[in-house]
C-alpha cells in the first residue's frame, strides 16, 4: 500500500513543480510545432512522438486544455493566445457531439477553462468571448444530458459510447459538463417542451454510478471488495434492470481496471465540491443535501480507500488490479512500482488522476478543520504527485513530446507501444495522462501561492 510521509506539503514541492511548468512548456511547444489539425486529436506517443488513434475524439480538449492551464500557473500570455485560438478554431463540433460520453474532457477542459478564468478575473474577456463560451458550456451540459437511459427505479444514467445499455465509471467526470450548464440556468427541453433539470440527470447519474460502478464489501456478488469498481455496467434498456459488470479497457469485469477507479475518485470529490455551491432549495427535491453528499462521498471514500490499499508504496498503480502477470511480481505491493517489469505495465495517468482526487477529498473533508481521514487522503495524494514529478515517471527528455512517461492506453487491444526488448508498454505519454498532471501540478501551485481554490466551476469554494 501506499506509504505516506508526513513530512511532505505542498511547499516542499515548490522546486519540482517550477521545473515541471519548464518542462510542460517545452513539450506543448514542441507538439504544436509539428502536429497539424487534419490530423486529428494527439492520443498517446508511439516513440516519443504523439500519434493519433481512430475511436472517438475524446483527448482533443486536453491537448488545447494543456495550454491555458500552463498560461493559468506561469501567466505566460502565449499559451493563453494558443488555448484561445485553438479552442476558437477547433472545438465547436464538440459541442454537439451527440455520441460520446466525454463533454467533460472536451468542453471543459477548453471553454470551460477558459470561462473559469473569466469568472476568476484572471484574463480580459475578448469582444464576445464571454458570451460565447457560456453558450458553448449551456449547450454542452445539455447535449450530454441527453445522453439518456432511465433505469427501473425512476434514476437514470449518462449512457457511454457503446450504447443505452452502457454505463462508463468514465462518465462521472463529465457531470462537470451538467454542473457548469446548471449554473448558468440552462435546461434541457425534451419532447413537447418538457423541461428537465441538468442538476437532476447530475445527481441521478452520480446515484447509479455510485450504486453500480462502486462495491463496499456487502456482499453484491463473489468479488464484492470495498472500493473495488467496476469499468462499465451492463443494463437491460428495455426495462432498465441492471445485468452485470463488465469492462472494455481492464482485465475482467471482476478485477479494477486503475484509470477507471481513479477517475470515481476524482470525479466523486470535484462533485462534492460542486454541491457546495448548490442552494439547499434546489437539492430538496434531490431527496436533500444530506443524502446526495452521503452517496458521494461513501463512493469517494470507498474508492480512494482501494487505491491507497491496491496502489504499491510509491502512489503508481499498475494497470489493473487484476492483471495476472503480477502474481510472477512477488510483494510488489511492498515495494515502489516498477514500470521496466517484464510482466504487467504501471499507469501513471491513472496515478495523476488519482493524485488530485486524494487531494481534493482530504481537503473536503479537512475544510472544517484538521480531520484523520482527510489528512490520510491528503498525504496520500501528496505522496503520489511527488513520485510523478520525479523519474523515471517525468520526461525530461527534449526529443520526447510527452510528459509523464509509462502511461497505458488500452492494453486488452494492445494499442501501446512496446519497445524493443520488452515484454509490455512502457515510456510513453498520453493526452489525458498529460493533462491530469497539469491539472494536479496547478492545484498545488495556487495552494502555495495562496491564490484562489482551484475548482472546475470557479469561484466559491474554498
Same mark, same amino acid.
Given at each position: ?127 464576445? !468571448? &464571454?458570451?460565447?463560451?457560456? *453558450?458553448? /458550456? ?6 450530454? @444530458? %441527453?445522453?439518456?437511459? =432511465? ?38 427541453? !425534451? &419532447?413537447?417542451?418538457?423541461? *428537465?433539470? /441538468? ?6 447519474? @452520480? %446515484?447509479?454510478?455510485? =450504486? ?251
Amino acid at each position: 500500500m501506499i506509504h505516506f510521509d508526513n513530512d511532505l506539503s505542498p511547499e516542499g514541492l515548490e522546486n519540482k513543480l517550477k521545473y515541471f511548468w519548464e518542462l510542460s512548456a517545452a513539450k506543448i511547444d514542441a507538439l504544436e510545432s509539428c502536429w497539424r489539425p487534419d490530423q486529428g486529436a494527439p492520443v498517446f506517443t508511439v516513440q516519443g512522438k504523439y500519434a493519433t488513434r481512430g475511436w472517438t475524439e475524446w483527448t482533443q480538449g486536453f491537448q488545447f486544455g494543456s495550454a491555458l492551464l500552463q498560461f493559468d500557473a506561469t501567466g505566460d500570455v502565449r499559451f493563453l493566445q494558443m488555448g484561445r485560438e485553438k479552442t476558437r478554431l477547433s472545438m465547436s463540433s464538440h459541442l454537439t457531439h451527440m455520441g460520446v460520453h466525454d463533454h467533460g474532457f472536451n468542453n471543459i477542459s477548453t471553454y470551460g477553462n477558459l470561462w473559469r478564468l473569466l469568472q476568476e478575473g484572471r484574463i480580459q474577456a475578448s469582444p464576445g !468571448e &464571454e458570451d460565447y463560451c457560456e *453558450v458553448a /458550456l449551456k449547450c454542452s451540459g445539455a447535449v450530454q @444530458a %441527453r445522453r439518456w437511459t =432511465r433505469l427501473a427505479d425512476n434514476g437514470g444514467f449518462i449512457y457511454s459510447f457503446n450504447g443505452p445499455h452502457s454505463l462508463f465509471a468514465d462518465t462521472i467526470r463529465s457531470l462537470r459538463s451538467l454542473a457548469i450548464a446548471h449554473l448558468l440556468g440552462q435546461t434541457l427541453l !425534451e &419532447e413537447q417542451d418538457e423541461r *428537465v433539470s /441538468l442538476l437532476e440527470r447530475l445527481v441521478q447519474h @452520480a %446515484r447509479a454510478t455510485a =450504486r453500480y460502478s462502486v462495491y463496499y464489501g456487502e456482499g453484491r456478488d463473489s468479488y464484492d471488495e470495498h472500493g473495488r469498481v467496476a469499468h462499465e455496467s451492463i443494463f437491460n434498456p428495455n426495462n432498465g434492470v441492471y445485468r452485470c459488470p463488465n469492462t472494455q479497457q481492464g482485465y475482467s469485469p471482476f478485477t479494477t481496471w486503475t484509470r477507471g477507479l481513479a477517475w470515481i475518485m476524482l470525479g466523486f470529490a470535484e462533485e462534492l465540491e460542486f454541491l457546495t455551491v448548490c442552494s439547499d432549495s434546489e437539492l430538496i427535491a434531490l431527496a436533500g443535501r444530506d443524502s446526495i453528499e452521503s452517496i458521494m462521498l461513501s463512493a469517494a471514500k470507498a474508492a480512494s480507500d482501494y487505491y491507497i490499499k491496491n496502489t504499491p508504496t510509491d502512489g503508481i498503480p499498475y494497470w489493473d488490479t487484476g492483471a495476472p502477470g503480477l502474481a510472477k511480481l512477488g510483494n510488489y505491493l511492498d515495494k515502489p512500482a516498477d514500470p521496466f517489469n517484464p510482466h504487467e505495465p504501471v499507469d501513471s495517468s491513472a496515478a495523476a488522476i488519482a493524485a488530485q482526487g486524494l487531494l481534493r477529498l482530504g481537503h473536503y473533508l479537512n475544510r472544517d478543520g484538521a480531520n484523520s481521514e482527510g489528512e490520510r487522503y491528503w498525504r496520500a495524494g501528496l505522496r503520489v504527485f511527488e513520485t510523478l514529478l520525479s523519474k523515471p515517471y517525468l520526461s525530461t527528455d527534449s526529443t520526447h513530446q510527452g510528459l509523464i512517461l509509462h502511461s497505458v492506453y488500452h492494453r486488452p487491444k494492445g494499442w501501446d507501444y512496446i519497445p524493443s526488448g520488452s515484454s509490455i508498454p512502457q515510456g510513453e505519454s498520453s493526452m489525458w495522462g498529460d493533462y491530469h498532471a497539469r491539472e494536479v501540478a496547478l492545484y498545488l501551485h495556487r495552494i502555495i501561492r495562496k491564490e484562489p481554490y482551484y475548482t472546475f466551476f470557479g469561484k466559491g469554494f474554498n
